[in-house]
């Protein structure tokens, strides 16, 4: 595949949908929760990751990004057809994204050409084009949907068909491997060679990947489902983490507070134990207090936009107007 990149845009990754049994306003914010968890982890793009941060302050706040919403029909999908679709604001949600020091991974990504090889009862098919509704490749495409990465199968034309008629697929994918010289033709960026072996109800996939000349392999056990999902998680995971990127800055930065109104030692004492105790909030340190007025250092956990709708529900702090350094956030309190 030589140095040559063609990764591609992924326009899809603040958006997802979800079965829902009625657009009851409870049953939509469960909806919404569930949905900015699916767009989460094709933006970051790494389960561990996701997995040992608390992102329940995100999720408390999931309604706030939402941009657009729309319910559609489907009547495959559930009981009732229909399904919840979200497509999130970006810009809010990469900034709480980065302020939480998680990682992005962006809208491009590479696109891999899949050489499927199909082993059932001693016969063995390479999937093309016309074999998308197969159920390994059905599979395949609902988990790379799941985490943003975008595939596609060969055509299986003449022309695959002659160069790679001497295939063996166990054979390591390299430069001058077959399957790699027949994948030119396509542009993908990268190559995926998948042998999944069926034996009764196990099934056993042994993986292979090549971008820019880096060999990956892996192998993967269980049902027809679990493995192919395993497989494809496990290339997604080891992609993000080689292309998603954490903003150092973002995730650190610090505000001034500003609160006016401070009248006595409790109203001192009600906002520093109100502020401390947010989850939204991960370091409060007390700059000065003079002429009613308290400043504040802060850090946030999970970035402004979440910070200032939490600050706006709660109502303790009622914010003020003021052209300033952006770095500052003016606020009163609440008599």
């Given at each position: ?23 009851n ?6 909806a919404t ?21 608390d ?28 399904q919840?679709?979200l ?30 090889v199909?082993n ?6 390479i999937?093309?084009a ?9 599979l ?22 002659h160069?790679i008629r ?26 995926i060679?998948a042998?999944?072996n ?11 990947w090549?971008?820019?000349g ?18 494809i ?30 009248n ?11 502020l ?5 909030v ?16 802060l850090r ?11 600050i706006?529900t ?7 107007t003021?052209?300033?350094n ?5 606020y009163?309190?609440?008599?």
């Open positions: 595949m030589g140095t040559a990149t063609y990764a591609v845009e992924v326009d899809d990754l603040y958006q997802s949908r979800t079965a829902i049994v009625s657009q306003d409870q049953v939509r914010e469960q929760v569930k949905i900015l968890q699916q767009v989460l982890l094709k933006v970051v793009g790494n389960q561990a990751a996701l997995a040992n941060k992102l329940s302050p995100l999720l408390k706040q999931a309604d706030q990004f939402v941009a657009q919403y729309a319910y559609l029909r489907d009547p495959t999908h559930s009981d009732s057809g229909l919840l679709q497509t999130f604001n970006e810009k809010a949600l990469n900034q709480a994204i980065s302020a939480m020091g998680l990682p992005i991974w962006k809208k491009s990504r590479p696109e891999s050409v899949v050489w499927l199909v059932d009862a001693n016969k063995q098919k999937l093309g016309e074999d998308e509704s197969q159920t390994a490749y059905r395949m495409k609902q988990t790379t949907e799941k985490r943003g990465l975008p595939i596609f199968l060969p055509l299986m034309d003449l022309q695959d068909q160069q001497f295939a063996q697929t166990a054979t390591k994918l390299t430069e001058d491997n077959v399957f790699v010289q027949a994948s030119k033709r396509y542009g993908a960026d990268m190559v060679l042998r999944l069926k034996d009764k109800d196990d099934v056993s996939v042994d993986w292979q090549l971008k820019s880096e060999l990956q392999r892996y192998q993967s056990i269980g049902t027809m489902d679990v493995a192919v999902a395993m497989g998680n496990h290339i997604a995971d080891t992609l993000a983490g080689q292309f998603a990127i954490i903003d150092q800055q973002a995730s650190k930065r610090d505000y001034q507070l500003v609160i006016s109104d401070i006595d030692f409790t109203d001192y004492s009600r906002v520093q134990s109100y401390k105790g947010l989850q939204v991960s370091d409060v340190n007390i700059v000065s207090l003079r002429d009613k007025q308290l400043d504040l250092r946030l956990a999970s970035g402004l936009t979440i910070f200032n709708h939490v706006q709660d109502g303790l702090l009622i914010a003020e003021k052209q300033a952006p770095d500052t956030l003016y009163r309190l609440r008599p």
